[in-house]
């Protein structure tokens, strides 16, 4: 599967933006779907993931309350909707996917199999 990451883009501290992770190639409704991202100087770092099938979602500490992850089977894309945007959430964000029916919550970046290549969230203070 190939996962195209999109949305991101310069806004001020406590605006919105939705970012979209577009699958392609094959469905990933059977997928587990994490967003993570890197801000300059810094490690990796988990965002959110939702289950195969959107019942379960689970996210960082730092962004509860303000993000929220979806999908929309039909459209093949997950979404993070990003609230209440802070000067520290500012970095790339990346989607990716890992077959999984199953419950667990994968928040790990070695958990993951397919990447999307990134999209930048830039919030100025």
């Known amino acids: 599967v190939q996962l195209q990451a999109s949305g991101g883009g310069l806004v001020q501290a406590g605006g919105s933006l939705r970012l979209s992770c577009a699958a392609s190639?094959?469905?990933?409704?059977?997928?587990?779907v994490g967003w993570f991202r890197q801000a300059p100087g810094k490690e990796h770092e988990f965002v959110a993931t939702?289950?195969?099938?959107?019942?379960?979602?689970y996210y960082t500490d730092s962004v509860k309350g303000r993000f929220t992850i979806s999908r929309d089977g039909a459209k093949n894309t997950v979404y993070l909707q990003m609230n209440s945007l802070e000067p520290e959430d500012t970095a790339v964000y990346y989607c990716?996917?890992?077959?999984?029916?199953?419950?667990?919550?994968?928040?790990?970046?070695?958990?993951?199999?397919?990447w999307g290549q990134g999209t930048l969230v830039t919030v100025s203070s």
């Open positions: 190639g094959r469905t990933f409704s059977n997928d587990a």
């Open positions: 990716a996917a890992r077959w999984s029916i199953f419950s667990g919550t994968y928040v790990s970046s070695t958990e993951y199999d397919y």
């Open positions: 939702i289950n195969w099938n959107g019942g379960k979602t």
